[in-house]
């Protein structure tokens, strides 16, 4: 099994910055792909940024230009960088990872448990 660890959210004034950080832990062969989701009140969980195998990234176009993500496999993990944040960035934020745990088999996803970002003066 695979664990997921995440930390540093919490309340930031718009214009303000967060990062968050996700630790995997378990058993862990390889990491495919490592990201960002994120659900605010009465809206579908949506995808903020992901980082590929070779570090090709992919960002929310809403976020684009203000979110940085970093993964470190050696470390398993993977950090949001947010700056410039708006009230509309106010969710629970989710990391996801994509594991594959023993060589031959297919990747699985594996989510945090979220944390909260609340943007607002």
């Known amino acids: 099994q695979v664990q997921l660890v995440e930390s540093g959210g919490g309340l930031v004034q718009p214009g303000g910055s967060l990062r968050l950080s996700c630790a995997a832990s378990?058993?862990?062969?390889?990491?495919?792909?490592m990201g960002w989701y994120r659900q605010a009140p009465g809206k579908q969980r949506e995808l903020v940024a992901v980082?590929?195998?070779?570090?090709?990234?992919n960002f929310a176009d809403s976020v684009k230009g203000r979110f940085t993500i970093s993964g470190d496999n050696a470390k398993n993990t993977v950090h949001l960088q947010m700056n410039s944040l708006k009230p509309e960035d106010t969710a629970v934020y989710y990391c996801?990872?994509?594991?594959?745990?023993?060589?031959?088999?297919?990747?699985?996803?594996?989510w945090g448990q979220g944390t909260q970002v609340t943007v607002s003066s």
């Open positions: 996801n990872i994509q594991v594959v745990t023993r060589w031959g088999r297919p990747p699985n996803d594996y």
């Open positions: 378990g058993t862990i062969f390889s990491i495919n792909a």
């Open positions: 980082i590929l195998t070779g570090g090709i990234t």
